[in-house]
């Protein structure tokens, strides 16, 4: 808001939202008092500033959810964090337990973890120090020991059980030598004692979490094994201790069924365990890299302290060998530092005094000091992680069809449990009652979502973990969905293809200019300037030896030029379009531009006095992997179009030197985002690659933004995907892990759904109507696990993933 008009504005916009009572806007403050008669009413409210015009800022915000075991389960945590007023967005991720929201400024965490724990489930806040090591590592490793434990306590009692009672099926004699020695009801009452000494022990966590979700009428995951237990445990308790209640003929026990299907759960859940750990190592491994400890100056001495307590501005020192603990600048010593965790290049870097430091990247020869400049949760390193976890954590849009099944998913399960033994009971042979049961509990255990939970977010896991191991930070997990179908990819020259180091090669003075006088007032102009181009023409100035004047009333024209006072003469550089605005006839050196443009080198122009003094040529060279890189996007079918500012001769000279497609040249900084519209229109879904900054607008514009990071400058808003190492080599990486991820959650969903599809009616008997078998719950429960499982070792293969080329 910018003045009173808005004020009103925001107000009309406001009182005009069903429910809210009162409306009062504060310019200096930039906030909104409202009264709500119906809290629920505040994402009107929200939307209708929107639409005015205006932008409510909202928070990020992470919760540790514990507790949840399947896809029914993140769809009930969503639900209960977006009925919170405030609460924007809700994510929750399966694999890694959290949940990644969007709030408005106010809303109170203890409302978030009342919602959750109202759910049924515990959560925690995560706060900005979460990219630190935060207990996850631990707890998952308390998890697995506890799992563990269970899993050895439920085998070892189910498997007196399991062979008592099915070993009889298998060997007769065995099933007579019980009844000779013990007697059944003996062997039945040790099945009893046994079974329930597993399910109300290492089996109560089903109980403790399904029983309360079934009275809530939010059946999980949990409620499906534990009434699945407790029906064949209870019937087969009264089978037991008071058989007459049964019908003739009925009186069976299937204690074996209740245990086992415990002992292979808990087998898979321990499996899943291994299995997430194994899935996070990405995240593990990058914070492995930041040292424990820093070496600071305090006085005259050097103290270890943690690195938790380093702070801005302290002097650090590092030693041959070791982990640079921060980001810094060298103030002290020259070393050759391995910067490959951040660069991707496996080449040592050198480092002296001025020279910037990465944390956590390691020194070698030397040793050094340096200045502390970013800590804690600002480095490099952090942000790193930050967006790795962040992409982990996102949903894309693929999983927005699993949601909307899983939710109505379990308690179609219990229907479908239900009807199965509504249908043995009429129709069935004897024991129908039995059969019912038998049927019906398989189907509520064949039927657990934990596969379709795990499908999407576990190979998004792995798939960012990875791509972040080869240099690629995926900043929002959309993009890994986006890339796949990717048709044209648009690339910015300077910089992405090329070094981004321009060299000044020629310059030829017009009738009557001296060389190296024009040179040194092009030099005097350039020096006011940043620009890539303008630092090349002062480093060829002073490599003659050319003193650099001083330049007063500096001006630039964004892509066209620059011009300046120097020494009492005007003197103004840049493209001919420049020269033209200027009234300036540059056809005299056609010839030369013409000739130096299929070199692939820029043509530039010099005015001094109102006269066309000069033409000069500036090259950029290209990287060492841009053609490599480009045959490789050419081989996985994409489209290469080249944007440039440069003049038409010199890009076709280098699209034709690398095979480029298309090219887009002469364009503005602004005109890139209609040349990225165009291309769209023509292509298809497309993908741009710059430096994210001049090329920010077409970053934002583009289906995918990719920036390409020059190590330090990662946290580049406008782009989707950042590049590490700044090479080309990199989009091409990205864009073939983004198709091994996609196909990798289609192949996953494909077996969870089509698992369920193929085994439910399986489970209800349907086999046996044309002769078949009966699925055991035994066979049910081992299906079920192994699904789990089975999804899960499918998406860790994206671990040994390797870009083509």
Known sequence: MSC??????VERALAAVPGVARASVNLARERADIALSDAAQLPAAVQAVEAAGYEVPRQSMELAVADMSCASCVGRVERALSAVPGVASAAVNLATGRAQLQ?????????????????????????????????????????????????????????????????????????????????????????????????????????????????????????????????????????????????????????????????????????????????????????????RMARVLRGNEAREIPVEEVRSGDLVQVRPGERIAVDGEVVEGASFVDESMISGESMPVEKGPGASLVGGTM???????????????????????????????????????????????????MSAALLTCVLWLVFGPAPSLGLALVNAVAVLIVACPCAMGLATPTSIMVGTGRAAQLGVLFRKGEALQSLEKTSVLAVDKTGTLTKGRPELTDLLPAPGFDRLRVLGLLAAVEAKSEHPIARAIVAAAQAEGIAVAEARGFAAATGMGAGAEVEGVRVDVGADRYMAQLGLDVSAFAMAAQGLGEQGRTPLYAAVGGRLAAML?????????????????????????????????????????????????????????????????????????????????????????????????????????????????????????SRATMRNIRQNLFWAFAYNVALIPVAAGVLYLFGGPLLSPVFAAAAMALSSVFVLGNALRLRRFRPRA
């Open 617 to 737: 040529a500036v090259a950029d060279p290209l990287r060492d992997t841009t053609a490599q890189a480009l045959r490789t996007l050419h081989g996985l079918g994409l489209k290469v179009a080249m944007l440039t500012g440069d003049n038409r001769r010199t890009a076709q000279a280098i699209a034709s030197q690398l095979g480029i497609d298309e090219v887009v040249a002469e364009v503005l900084p602004a005109g890139k985002v209609d040349a990225v519209r165009r291309l769209q229109a023509r292509y298809g879904v497309l993908a741009y690659v710059g430096d994210g900054i001049n090329d920010a607008p077409a970053l934002a514009a583009a289906d995918v933004g990719l920036a390409v990071g020059g190590g330090t400058d990662i946290a580049i808003e406008a782009a989707d995907v950042v590049l590490m190492s700044g090479d080309l080599a990199g989009v091409a990486a990205a864009i073939d892990l």
């Open 363 to 413: 020194n070698q020869n030397g040793a050094l000091t340096f200045r502390a400049t970013q800590v804690g949760g600002a480095t490099v390193l952090a942000q790193i992680i930050r967006m790795v976890e962040q992409a982990q954590g996102s949903k894309l849009p693929i999983q927005a069809l699993v949601d909307r099944i899983t939710m109505w998913f379990v308690p179609a399960v």
């Open 103 to 291: 709030v408005l400024p106010g809303v109170a965490s203890a409302a978030l973890l009342q919602a959750v724990a109202r759910a049924g489930y515990e959560a925690q806040v995560l706060g900005d120090t979460a990219w630190r090591p935060d207990g996850t590592q631990a707890r998952r490793a308390h998890e697995q020991a506890g799992l563990r434990r269970a899993l050895i306590v439920a085998v070892v009692l189910a498997l007196p059980v399991f062979l008592a009672e099915m070993g009889g099926h298998v060997f007769p004699a065995w099933h007579h030598y019980i009844e000779a020695t013990i007697g059944r009801q003996a062997s039945w009452v040790a099945q009893f004692v046994l079974t329930a000494l597993v399910l109300f022990g290492p089996g109560w966590r089903f109980f403790r979490h399904g029983v309360p979700a079934l009275l809530r009428g939010a059946p999980d995951m949990n409620s499906l094994v534990a009434s699945g237990t407790l029906a064949a445990f209870l019937y087969s308790a009264v089978a037991t201790f008071a058989p007459g209640l049964l019908p003739a003929g009925t009186v069976h026990v299937y204690y074996e069924s209740a245990a086992v299907i415990v002992a292979l759960i808990l087998l898979g859940r321990y499996f899943e365990a291994r299995a997430k750990g194994r899935a996070s190592a990405a995240i593990e491994r990058l914070l492995d890299l930041q040292p």
């Open 4 to 9: 009173a008009s808005c004020v009103g504005r």
